[in-house]
């Protein structure tokens, strides 16, 4: 399985962007970069995912590297409500998601 | 829509014992897969089950065993436990057509 790389942890301020980054420069062609956040004492939650070209939707934003070896996660504005582990997974079964440590995001007021 | 829902959400056992899980997955979806949290090993993929047929299994012993029912609903089976099965175990359903999952609370068991 394609592995995915990203640091144990950042702290950002409130209302401020966050640019989560992660690696993956042994990812296939088939392969979608998803982004999952698990909040304290819940299930990890979908946040965005792609292919190839970059994506937005209400919760974030995620920039794809041409050489699809990286990517970035990118919150706007961060919140409160954002501190949680994000998880960059590489998925081309659908059915089976491997997650790595992930990147635990602090947010401070 | 009602999100995935799990039972028991705690449950302590003791080393020897089975135990049994339950999922019920968002209406509408035929995918149920099953993980493992853990502080030393983080995430770990149990199994996929879809229309009743398990279609992937992670890496873990026969101990851990599933089924899923014509209604989608799914539960996971760990006999004769070991301390090392304490864990939260998360359910997740998905649509055919889709690769998004959505996850449930949670099971948080206790082996003593």
């Known amino acids: 399985d394609a592995k995915t790389t990203q640091p144990n942890s950042m702290e950002s301020n409130e209302e401020e962007p966050v640019h989560l980054p992660c690696n993956h420069s042994?990812?296939?062609?088939?392969?979608?970069i998803h982004w999952y956040r698990q909040l304290p004492s819940q299930g990890p939650e979908y946040v965005i995912h792609?292919?190839?070209s970059n994506v937005n939707n209400r919760m974030a934003s995620l920039a794809i590297a041409e050489d699809r070896k990286s990517s970035t996660l990118i919150l706007h504005r961060a919140t409160l409500r954002d501190a949680a582990v994000y998880y960059c997974?590489?998925?081309?079964?659908?059915?089976?998601?491997?997650f790595g440590g992930g990147t635990r995001l602090m947010v401070k007021p | 829509k009602a999100g995935v829902t799990q039972t028991p959400r705690y449950l302590i056992k003791t080393r020897g014992q089975q135990v049994t899980l339950s999922c019920s997955p968002i209406?509408?979806?035929?995918?149920v897969s099953w993980y493992q949290q853990t502080p030393g090993q983080g995430l770990q993929f149990l199994f996929e089950?879809?229309?009743?047929?398990?279609?992937n299994k992670g890496n873990f012993p026969g101990r851990f065993s599933g089924r899923q029912f014509s209604n989608s609903r799914s539960e996971m089976n760990v006999s004769t436990l070991e301390l090392g099965d304490s864990a939260l175990y998360l359910c997740?359903?998905?649509?055919?057509?889709?690769?998004?999952?959505?996850f449930g609370p949670g099971t948080r068991l206790t082996v003593l």
């Open positions: 209406s509408g979806h035929r995918s």
């Open positions: 997974i590489l998925n081309n079964a659908g059915n089976m998601l491997t």
């Open positions: 792609g292919l190839t």
């Open positions: 042994t990812i296939s062609g088939t392969d979608y």
């Open positions: 997740a359903s998905r649509r055919a057509s889709t690769d998004t999952q959505y």
């Open positions: 089950y879809f229309s009743e047929t398990q279609r």
